[in-house]
T-cell receptor
Framework: DTGVSQDPRHKITKRGQNVTFRCDPI?????LYWYRQTLGQGPEFLTY????????KSRLLSDRFSAERPKGSFSTLEIQRTEQGDSAMYLC????????????FGEGSRLTVL | DAKTTQPTSMDCAEGRAANLPCNHS???????VYWYRQIHSQGPQYIIH???NNETNEMASLIITEDRKSSTLILPHATLRDTAVYYC????????????FGKGTTLSVSS
């Protein structure tokens, strides 16, 4: 499968613990996006990378959230000191150079904070 | 980005055309209309986009009014697998600009 891959697909954690999600974009896609989606809502934009540079961050990305894309390939999204309000689906998407409109989404990582 | 308005939900009989409307009365001249859909428990999937001309691909047709203030996504022969949330998004066609999703329209296709 050459689509966007996310790991883990499901994560259950206790409040206060740290969690990390990984996203492997489609090969050679230089743009990578993170979104968060809660039940009944559309995906909310969190942050965007072009290669290894983080070019845009939403105000939703509090200081407990950090995202990296160290070599311009895979990306990680870490949430520190998780809260129950962090429970959501975390979606990753990638897009290739030159085409701005079509984002390819992974199937997401579902986080449940107890 | 311009704000869009979509009905919360719609029903469609299998085999019939599904016409999903979207209002974007404040759209700017350089903003495109994009449609995505999200099947339950999956990530969103790109369907189609357009600027001012009508567009068609293997999945759907996009009809944009002449004043560009509204559009309609048409699924010509809806199937049960088309049951999903459909999002209409307007934004400039600029690399790196994030897509901003609203709540979309939940389309239920029944037999």
């Amino acid at each position: 499968d050459t689509g966007v891959s996310q790991d883990p697909r499901h994560k259950i954690t206790k409040r206060g613990q740290n969690v990390t999600f990984r996203c492997d974009p489609i090969s050679e896609h230089n743009r990578l996006y993170w979104y968060r989606q809660t039940l009944g809502q559309g995906p909310e934009f969190l942050t965007y990378f072009q290669n290894e540079a983080q070019l845009e961050k939403s105000r939703l990305l509090s200081d407990r959230f950090s995202a990296e894309r160290p070599k311009g390939s895979f990306s990680t999204l870490e949430i520190q000191r998780t809260e129950q309000g962090d429970s959501a689906m975390y979606l990753c998407a990638s897009s290739p150079q030159g085409f701005a409109g079509e984002l390819f989404f992974g199937e997401g990582s579902r986080l449940t904070v107890l | 980005d311009a704000k869009t308005t979509q009905p919360t939900s719609m029903d469609c009989a299998e085999g019939r055309a599904a016409n999903l409307p979207c209002n974007h009365s404040t759209i700017s001249g350089n903003e495109y209309v994009y449609w995505y859909r999200q099947i339950h428990s999956q990530g969103p999937q790109y369907i189609i986009h357009g600027l001012k001309n009508n567009e068609t691909n293997e999945m759907a047709s996009l009809i944009i009014t002449e004043d560009r203030k509204s559009s309609t996504l048409i699924l010509p022969h809806a199937t049960l697998r088309d049951t999903a949330v459909y999002y209409c998004i307007v934004r400039v066609n600029q690399a790196g600009t994030a897509l901003i999703f609203g709540k979309g329209t939940t389309l239920s296709v029944s037999s």
